[in-house]
């Protein structure tokens, strides 16, 4: 759980703060086998070109800190208000 609250932590101190509000869901995936995503669907009311640099930080974040055999196991969407 230490990752995922990293993760958490990471999404809710962006800077600048495009977050709204966060849900996470465990998803399927088929192309994973079968196996369950971690979904983190970011509700943001900021402009695409905010979004689009705080996604690029996430999935650095991402990168950095999770497994590269457990990467494909974890998805980001936006919901613009």
Do not use: W, Y
């Amino acid at each position: 759980m230490g990752l995922l609250a990293d993760i958490e932590a990471l999404i809710l101190r962006s800077d600048p703060c495009v977050v709204l509000a966060v849900d996470v869901d465990l998803l399927s995936d088929p192309e994973l086998e079968d196996r369950f995503v971690i979904g983190f669907n970011i509700r943001t009311d900021k402009a695409v070109t905010d979004v689009l640099a705080f996604d690029g930080a996430l999935q650095q974040a991402i990168f950095d800190r999770v497994p590269m055999e457990h990467q494909a196991r974890f998805a980001v969407r936006f919901d613009f208000a």
